[in-house]
Nanobody, 120 residues
Framework: QVQLVESGGGLVQAGGSLRLSCAAS????????MGWYRQAPGKQRELVAT???????NYAESVKGRFTISRDDAKNTAYLQMNSLKPEDTALYYC??????????????WGQGTQVTVSS
């Protein structure tokens, strides 16, 4: 089993910053990629940022230049540094980990979510 534990969410004023962390633990053989997704009330879950084992990153257009994703492979942890936050960034943020199974299949795991609220 694999567990993802997120932390770092909270309430911040517009223009402020937050740093989210996602620690993966359990039966981890190899991590293909980790990422962050978010879901606002009444909206579908959307990609925020991803980072592969090789360090390649991908960002949603709405967060480019403001958010930075990184990872510490030794700790199996991914981070999301969020700067210049806007009220529209308010959402439940979910960590995702794409892990290789023993037979080489990639399996998705999700955290429980951490709330980010940006006040205007």
């Amino acid at each position: 089993q694999v567990q993802l534990v997120e932390s770092g969410g909270g309430l911040v004023q517009a223009g402020g910053s937050l740093r989210l962390s996602c620690a993966a633990s359990g039966s981890i053989l190899n991590i293909h990629a980790m990422g962050w997704y978010r879901q606002a009330p009444g909206k579908q879950r959307e990609l925020v940022a991803t980072i592969t084992s090789g360090g390649s990153t991908n960002y949603a257009e709405s967060v480019k230049g403001r958010f930075t994703i990184s990872r510490d492979d030794a700790k199996n942890t991914a981070y999301l540094q969020m700067n210049s936050l806007k009220p529209e960034d308010t959402a439940l943020y979910y960590c995702n980990a794409r892990l290789y199974s023993r037979i080489g299949v990639i399996v998705d795991y999700w955290g429980q979510g951490t709330q980010v609220t940006v006040s205007s």
